[in-house]
């Protein structure tokens, strides 16, 4: 079976949605975005491999935190004839950025994690301790 990466032949919204565990609804969305141009056969929507490699592109920006309107900007700098240097160049550059905000939400979760567990901490040993008075109580 040919990748479906690699694979010349269109696809239906149904195929898509299967292949890239998506729902029609975000396959329409991403279209109204002009995100995807599929093919209009009547009704139908037939997705290319370029369809099909923006959206693995799409789906991966979107995992790392890119907003939509920078995929979009990423995409749109692949037709620039430069054999995508400045695509290449520019999605380094975002990345950069959002790993650099990822790690600073990391951090500062990591910080408050360690707030709440000493706060937990303090609250044990305030209720056993009341219970040890409780109990001394009796």
Same mark, same amino acid.
């Given at each position: ?87 290449? *160049? ?5 990345? @950069?950025? +959002?790993?650099?905000?990822? $790690?600073?939400?990391?951090? %500062?979760? =990591?910080? *408050? ?5 000493? @706060?937990? +901490?303090?609250?044990?040993? $305030?209720?056993?301790?009341? %219970?040890? =008075? ?5």
């Amino acid at each position: 079976m040919k990748d479906i990466m690699t694979d010349d032949r269109t696809m239906s919204i149904r195929e898509m949605c299967d292949a890239f565990h998506v729902t029609p609804r975000t396959l329409r969305f991403y279209e109204s975005k002009e995100l995807l141009f599929p093919h209009r056969e009547g009704q139908k929507r037939l997705f290319t491999r370029r369809d099909r490699a923006r959206l693995k592109l799409i789906l991966r920006g979107k995992r790392f935190g890119f907003s939509l309107e920078e995929i979009r900007q990423l995409l749109d700098l692949y037709d620039m004839g430069d054999q995508q240097r400045t695509q290449l *160049a520019r999605t380094y550059e975002i990345a @950069q950025e +959002r790993l650099d905000a990822m $790690i600073a939400q990391r951090d %500062e979760l =990591n910080e *408050a994690i360690a707030d709440l567990e000493e @706060q937990m +901490r303090w609250g044990e040993r $305030i209720l056993a301790s009341m %219970e040890h =008075n409780h109990k001394a109580a009796e």
